[in-house]
C-alpha cells in the first residue's frame, strides 16, 4: 500500500467530533461521506455515543476494534495534539486536521509540536487550517468545500478559500472536480506527492494549483513531479510580494523576480502559469478536452471584426503571430463571398452564418493547414449563435476531432450556446485572454 | 444649435429603406425608432408608400415637407453615395450609414468619395459598417445593438460586435447604457467630438471606449478632449499589433513600443486603459458611483487568507501599497478574536460574520484612516454571504457612503450578494483585476 493510499483510497474512516447535531462540523463531515456513497466502514465518535444518520457512534478512538486508515478530525485547536497522540497510538494511518489557530496566526510553536508528533508516528496529514479532501474515484469527501459534482479536473490549494471561489466558477460552468485537496498549512504531505500518486489515474486528466508559497527544498520536488507528470498542470500562484513581512512591500522589484523566477522554472517544468483563477479553470478545461495540436501554426475564424483583432493582439502578447492563410486554402476558400477576408483572422464578417462556418471550418479541418482553428462568434441581431454552435459542434464531430479547435463565443446568448459547444468536448474560454492562454499552453507542448 | 444636436437630439427623423418586412434592417430601425418613445416626428421612407407601425411612408425624401435632422440609411452599400448626394441637396444635417463595403474591405476609393461628399454637404455622419446610436436623454435608438436598458454610461466603439460583447456583460450586471455610439469606419464624427459634446450632460457619468486605432491628428484632439473632460473615461484598445498590413506582425517589440506611447500618453490625460471587455465595465461602473477617494490609504478587510494574498498581489502590481494599521486604529479594532489579523489586510478569518464586518467597516468609516475600504468576502458553508451583503451595504449607507469602498465578493451566491451591494450604490467587479484597477484608477484621480 501506497502511503497516501490511506488518504485517497480509505478502507475505513474515523470521525473525531462526530456531532449529533445538523449545521456543527462534526455532524456534516460524517453526512458528507455517507452522502457521497463511501464504501469503505465509518465509524463517527463522540464521548457520548447513539447514533448518526444510522451509524453506531464510538465513544473513544480506542473502542473502534478495526484498523483506520483515515481519521477526519473535527475538533478545536486545543484539542489537535492529543488527538494525534492517540491517533498514533492506535496506528492510524493519515488524518485531516480541519482547525486553523497554527502558524498561519503567529503559533509557529504549537505547529513545530504537530509536526514532531506526526512524523512520530509517521501519520500522513492534510492540514491544520483546510477545507479538506474530496475524491471521487472512492466516493470521498471529506471537505467542507461546496463542491459535490463530479468531473475530470483536480485542484490542490493552500487556501480554502480559493477553492470556493474556483468552485463557484466551476459550477456556472458546469465543470466538476474529481479531485480537490485543500491542504491549508501543508504541514505534512506536499503538491509534489499528489501530483506523483495520481499520476496513472487516469480519471484525472489535468491539475489546477493554487500556491501561496512554497517550502525550503519543495521548489526542486514540485519541479521534478511535474516533468514527469502525464497530465497537463496550470498553476495560479500569488503572494507573489511574500507579504507575511511587512518589511517585504517595500522590496516589490526583487520580490516580483522571484516571482518571474517561479513563473520561468514551472513553465520550464512543463506547467502552465495563469494570472486569475478563471484562467485557471479556463485553460486547465482546455488542456483537458482538447485534440492536442500537432503544429503551431494558428488560424482565426470569426465573423467579426473587433474580437478578431483583440485575439490577434492577445496572441501576439504571449509570442504567437499569425501567419498568412497559405494560398492553396485561399483558393479552397472561393465559396465566400468577396467581402469576406480570406486571410487570416479569416472574416466571414457579419453575414457569416451557419453554413459559412461549417464549410469554412470543413476546409480548415480536411487540409493541412492550420494546427489549431481559433473560432470566433459575436451574434448580430439577425443570428442565432445556437445555430452557428450547432454548425461547429457538428463539423467538428463529423470530422472525428482531428484538429485543435478552440471556440470563443461573446455576446448575446453565449453560455446557452457553449451548452451546445461542450456537446463536441470542446473548451467555454470567458475572454478572450483565456482563449490565448490555452493556445499558448497547447503550443508549449507541441514536440517538434 | 451645435453640429451634433442633429445627431443626438433630433426633432426629426427620416428612414431611408424603411420596411413592411419585420426581421429586415429598414423595418426593425423604424421599430426601435418608435418603440424607444422618440418624441420628434417620424419619417420612413420608401417607393412603395403605404405605411408603417402606424407612420405614413413617403416615396422619396423629397416628398417629405419638413427639415430632416436625422436621416437612418438603411440601404445596401450601392445606394450609399447617390443617397447623401440626395440628403445633402435636401439640407439633411446629420446621417447614420449602417451598410459596410468601404475602406475595411479595401475600398478606399469608395470611402474617399462618400468622405468628399459628406464634406461638401457639411453632413455629420456616423459610419459606415456600424451598429448605429442610442442616446435614452432623447429617447433615441437608431442601432442595432441589443443594448436596450437606460443607464449612466457611455460607450463609444469602433466595432460593432464589440458592442455586443459589452453589451452582454452590462445586461449580465443589470447595468444599462445612457449613450452608445458604434461608428464603425468614422469617417467624419470622432471620439473627441463626442466627448467634448456630452462634457455638461449628467445623464453620461463615465465614458468607456473601444478603439483599434486613431486617424492622423486625432490623437493629439482626443488627448485635449479627455483633459478637458469632466467624466472619467475608460479605455479598451485594442489592434495593439496594428494588424492590417501583414508586414506589420513581424514587428512585435516595435509595435508592442507604439501601443504602451498610447496607453501613456492617455494616462497621462487622464483616462484608464485596461485590457478587456469586462475590465472596461467593471472600472467604469466603479468610477460612475463610488465616492470619489481623498487620499491613497487602502485597507483591505476580508474573511480569507487566499483573495486577500491575490488582492495584495494585484495592487502591488499596479504599484500600490499597503500601510500597515495605524496603531490608533489597531486599539479600535480590540473587539476582534486574538486570531483575527489586525494588521493590513484585515483578517476576520473565517468566523468572520456579519457583525465582525459591520463593526470593522463602522471604526473605519469612522475615524481618519483609511481613504479606500477594498471588503473581500468568500463565504465558508456556515456563513450566508447576503447577510455580509446586507451589513456592508446597511452600514455603508448609515454612513452615508463617506469613504471610497470597493467591495469584491467571490464563491457561492456572489451575484445575489452584489444585487444586495448594488442597493448601496456600490459596484460589483468580476475579478481581483478588475477591483485592482479599479483602485488604481481612483487612486490617479486623487489631487494631493
Redesign the interface.
Known sequence: MKSLDSLFRPRSIAILGASHKP?KVGF?LVKNIVEAGFQGRIYPINPKGGEILGYKVYRTLHEVEDDIDLLLIALPTKYILESIEEAGKKGVKSAVIYA??FA??GREDLQNELVKLVKKYGIRVIGPNCAGIIYWGSRLNAS???VSRDGFLGLL??????T??I??YLEFKELGLRLLVSYGNRIDVKDHEIIEYFNYSDDIRTFMI?I?GLDEGDGRRLYKAIRNSLKPIVIFK????E?GS?AA??H?AAL?GRYNVFRDIMFQAGAYVV????ELVDVAEALSIVTPPRGKEVAIVT?????A??A??KL??L?I??H?TPPDIVDKLDFLQ??M?K?NPIDL??DGNEDYYRKVLETLLENRWPDIIYVIH?????INPIKIAEAVRDVYLEHNRKKTLIPLF???D?WRAYKVIREAGLPTPL???SAAKTIHALIRRVKI
Do not use: C, K, W
Request: glycine share 14%; net charge negative; proline share 7%.
Open positions: 449545521g456534516e486553523a489557530g498561519e496566526i467542507f468545500s461546496p490549494s493552500q487556501s480554502g478559500a480559493m470556493a471561489v468552485s463557484e493554487y501561496e500569488t503572494g507573489r510580494g507579504s511587512r512591500y517595500s516589490t516580483a494570472d486569475e483563477y478563471y465573423n467579426s471584426g473587433g474580437p483583432v483583440t490577434t493582439d501576439e502578447e509570442g503571430s499569425l498568412t468577396p467581402y477576408n486571410g464578417t457579419a459575436v451574434p448580430p441581431t439577425f461573446l455576446g448575446r453565449r475572454t478572450h485572454i
